[in-house]
Nanobody, 125 residues
Framework: QVQLVESGGGLVQAGGSLRLSCAAS????????MGWFRQAPGKEREFVAA???????YYADSVKGRFTISRDNAKNTVYLQMNSLKPEDTAAYYC???????????????????WGQGTQVTVSS
């Protein structure tokens, strides 16, 4: 069982930055694929970014060039650096873990095994 705890959300003006953190329990964190998703009110949960155990990253087109996902396996933590934030980035952000990294990009929520409780990001215009 893996537990994920997000932190770092908050209120920021458009153009600002935030860094989200996700602390994971478990001794096999380094072998997991980790992802960030977000969900705005009335909308479906959507993929934001992911990082494989190898460190390879991939992003949704809507955040490419503005967001950066990274991981620190020594700290069992994954980060999401968000720059040039826009009001449309407002959402609850969720960290997710996939225990089997099979070499494919995983961009849908049902492909992840474990989830955090979410952290709210609000971007004002």
């Amino acid at each position: 069982q893996v537990q994920l705890v997000e932190s770092g959300g908050g209120l920021v003006q458009a153009g600002g930055s935030l860094r989200l953190s996700c602390a994971a329990s478990g001794r096999t964190f380094s072998t997991y694929s980790m992802g960030w998703f977000r969900q705005a009110p009335g909308k479906e949960r959507e993929f934001v970014a992911a990082i494989r155990w190898s460190g390879r990253t991939y992003y949704a087109d809507s955040v490419k060039g503005r967001f950066t996902i990274s991981r620190d396996n020594a700290k069992n933590t994954v980060y999401l650096q968000m720059n040039s934030l826009k009001p449309e980035d407002t959402a609850a952000y969720y960290c997710a873990a996939r225990s089997r990294d099979d070499g494919f990009e995983r961009r849908t929520s049902d492909e992840y095994d474990y989830w955090g409780q979410g952290t709210q990001v609000t971007v004002s215009s």
